[in-house]
């Protein structure tokens, strides 16, 4: 869990992801075209991914990835990134933890 906190609050906007997940490869895509760069952490590729997946779970991440972090803050997974971003408050969280600037 310390690891999960450590990573997201390096940057504005962290997605915690896996390389074959296609819901994951839909949320960074809809955070480019925000504007955002986040940092994103594929847990298939990561030594300790097996153990920051239990961890996300843990937040209530099921299923484990995506997993949305915004100035370091957990937001929730593909489900609730989308329901932000239909009501227009997405942008607004990225611009107020300054991961897009417009």
């Known amino acids: 869990m310390d690891r999960i906190r450590d ?8 997605i ?6 296609c819901m994951c490869y839909s949320i960074k ?3 480019y075209e925000l504007g955002a760069s ?3 952490h594929e847990l ?21 990835v ?3 972090f915004i100035g370091g803050r957990f937001v929730g997974s593909a489900k609730d ?4 971003h239909v009501d227009g408050s997405l942008k607004q969280m990225l ?8």
């Open 7 to 14: 990573l997201a609050s390096k940057k504005a906007a962290v």
């Open 38 to 40: 986040p940092a994103i």
């Open 44 to 64: 298939d590729h990561d030594p300790s991914g097996r153990d920051m997946e239990w961890a996300l779970r843990g937040l209530g991440c099921d299923p484990s």
């Open 81 to 84: 990134v989308i329901s932000l």
């Open 95 to 102: 611009m107020d933890a300054k991961a897009i600037w417009f």
């Open 16 to 21: 915690f992801t896996k390389s074959s997940c």
């Open 66 to 68: 995506p997993a949305v």
């Open 29 to 31: 895509t809809l955070f």
